[in-house]
């Protein structure tokens, strides 16, 4: 039981770590693609983005030609104080519309 409690509570630590990244990288993918469509409809992508953002994301869009390219990254929280930190990130593409004034990062 004394060597056993340890490795489970590492376990268990591990796997809440684990759990926080994907739901940080499900918020960082939602985040990407609204910002990508806003762009691409000559919105400001990044205002877009930051609403459906986890916290303390970087949000950053970029046009080229007829293509819109949004990158999310945010940083995960170990459940260690010790541990550093694990950035996830998320990107989409969207087309520029057309019709559209232009897109606007």
Same mark, same amino acid.
């Given at each position: 039981?004394?060597?056993?409690?340890?490795?489970?509570?590492?376990?268990?630590?591990a796997?809440?770590?684990?759990?926080?990244?994907?739901?940080?990288?499900?918020?960082?993918?939602?985040?990407?693609?609204?910002?990508?469509?806003?762009?691409? $409809?000559? /919105?400001? *992508?990044?205002?877009?983005?930051?609403?459906?953002?986890?916290?303390?994301?970087?949000?950053?869009?970029t046009?080229?030609?007829?293509?819109?390219?949004?990158?999310v990254?945010?940083?995960?929280?170990?459940?260690?104080?010790?541990l550093?930190?694990?950035?996830?990130?998320?990107?989409?593409?969207?087309?520029? /519309?057309?019709?559209?004034? *232009?897109p $606007?990062?």
């Open positions: 039981m004394a060597a056993g409690l340890p490795a489970l509570v590492l376990l268990l630590a796997g809440l770590t684990a759990v926080g990244a994907v739901t940080t990288r499900a918020g960082c993918l939602d985040a990407a693609r609204e910002a990508a469509l806003a762009a691409s $409809r000559g /919105e400001p *992508g990044t205002a877009s983005g930051t609403r459906y953002a986890p916290a303390g994301a970087d949000i950053s869009v046009v080229s030609g007829d293509r819109v390219t949004a990158t990254r945010a940083p995960v929280r170990a459940l260690a104080a010790r550093p930190r694990i950035t996830v990130s998320a990107t989409a593409v969207a087309a520029v /519309e057309p019709g559209t004034p *232009g $606007r990062p």
